[in-house]
């Protein structure tokens, strides 16, 4: 594989999180702005939905309503016809931000939180990643994560690689036919990683997002590290997805740094990589 940097799709950003293609266009949110986009490959951008409480992991329901996580009231919405609506509350779940989320094809959401507040001191500690039903039931799908982060099912649906942030690794759960998640296994582990959002490419291999060693990580269907590929001019990952017509593109939110200072900056982008 060869992968070859084409430059940038959409800049002035604030903070770019969660990018995903669907229907022939890239969809992102922006924590700060607090609005998610919906890009053209030509770089035409427009405003799907507003967010007050920041917008992070998005998703499809099968007749292709949006799932977006609200952020700061620990919430799923429903993006339809008819207006934005509560999908689900995790607020009973969960006691910090929620970030992103994975849905499956028939619309099961798997979404993570923080666990605790770093930039309010906080005391690190584990936390639980959440499932919500298409009815919006909620439950615990799994437990005892380190900021459970970005995630990306298997193309057959039987697997779901998840980024543990503070876990410095990526795991790998099988996924049974009702949408249970079991066989926890460490996918990739090494001291100094730290996985933001991950996605899978036509190979089944996995790309995850370090804004901490500022380079994405390519790996293999058997958890080798193939290669590590960083941005233009020392810029941090956050998130990344494989798409364009013909799948061949890596889109890449990038930033300048982390955390809430981010809000008063407008360095946040979408990176294109063409690979093949």
């Not at 977006?68 to 509560?86: E, F, P, Q």
């Not at 998130?239 to 939110?253: D, I, R, S």
Request: proline fraction near 5%; aromatic fraction near 10%; glycine fraction near 10%.
């Amino acid at each position: 594989m060869t992968i070859t940097y084409e430059g940038t799709l959409v800049a002035d950003l604030s903070f770019p999180e969660a990018p995903r293609w669907h229907a022939n266009s890239l969809w992102f949110s922006d924590f700060f702005l607090k609005k998610v986009y919906r890009a053209e490959p030509n770089g035409n951008v427009q405003v799907i939905a507003d967010v007050p409480n920041q917008p992070s992991g998005l998703g499809w329901l099968p007749q292709g309503d949006l799932l977006v996580v609200s952020m700061l009231d620990r919430k799923v919405l429903r993006v339809s016809g008819n207006g934005i609506s509560t999908h689900a509350d995790l607020s009973g779940l969960v006691s910090s931000p929620c970030n992103d989320m994975t849905v499956d094809a028939y619309g099961v959401a798997y979404v993570g939180n923080f666990g605790f507040d770093r930039h309010r001191g906080e005391t690190q500690k584990a936390t639980n990643l959440i499932r919500v039903d298409v009815d919006g039931t909620s439950s615990v799908a799994a437990d005892g994560l380190l900021f459970p982060n970005g995630g990306a099912l298997s193309d057959d649906g039987r697997f779901m690689y998840l980024a543990e942030s503070f876990g410095n690794q990526v795991l790998i759960f099988a996924v049974s036919a009702d949408g249970q998640l079991h066989d926890r296994k460490v996918f990739y582990h090494a001291a100094g990683f730290f996985p933001d959002g991950l996605c899978l490419d036509s190979r089944q291999c996995v790309w995850a997002a370090d804004p901490i060693s500022k380079h994405l990580v390519h790996l293999s269907p058997k958890g080798k590290v193939l290669r590590t590929v960083p941005l233009p001019d020392g810029r941090l990952p956050i998130a990344c997805a494989v798409g364009g017509h013909e799948n061949n593109k890596l889109f890449v939110a990038s930033n300048t740094g982390l955390g809430p200072s981010m809000a008063q900056q407008r360095d946040g982008r979408i990176e294109m990589f063409s690979i093949a």
